[in-house]
């Protein structure tokens, strides 16, 4: 069954997890409790006393990077020869990427406007 399609996703603070986690390890009370009181699936609660247990504090912290990695070597003004080469792969992959998907891009930033390809034929 899972959960219904559309819905938005639940993002839980540093400290929400700490908590909980603590919760657990001080009061003694089990994930399916903890469950029922805040709302957390059972099986996030789980996930985060294992990598409490296995790394800490620190597992608890929220690991992904947001924001785009490439803009700096994009604005950059003195490329490497290897940077530029990557930054050249990059941007043909992002273009096969959107191809794939059936639209192209005409212009650029503000002016950026997005084209299907449904009636256009690419052989």
Request: net charge positive; aromatic share 6%; glycine share 10%.
């Amino acid at each position: 069954m899972g959960r219904p399609k559309g819905g938005l996703n639940n993002k839980w603070t540093y400290e929400d997890r700490i908590k909980v986690v603590t919760r657990h390890i001080d009061e003694h009370i089990s994930a399916a409790k903890l469950s029922q009181e805040t709302g957390i699936p059972k099986g996030t609660i789980n996930g985060w006393i294992d990598r409490f247990m296995r790394d800490g504090k620190e597992g608890l912290k929220n690991k992904k990077k947001t924001g785009n990695h490439f803009s700096a070597l994009h604005t950059s003004k003195s490329l490497t020869e290897l940077e530029r080469l990557q930054l050249e792969i990059l941007k043909r992959d992002i273009e096969i990427a959107r191809l794939k998907k059936g639209y192209q891009v005409k212009g650029v930033g503000v002016n950026k406007e997005f084209v299907t390809l449904k009636d256009k034929n690419s052989k």
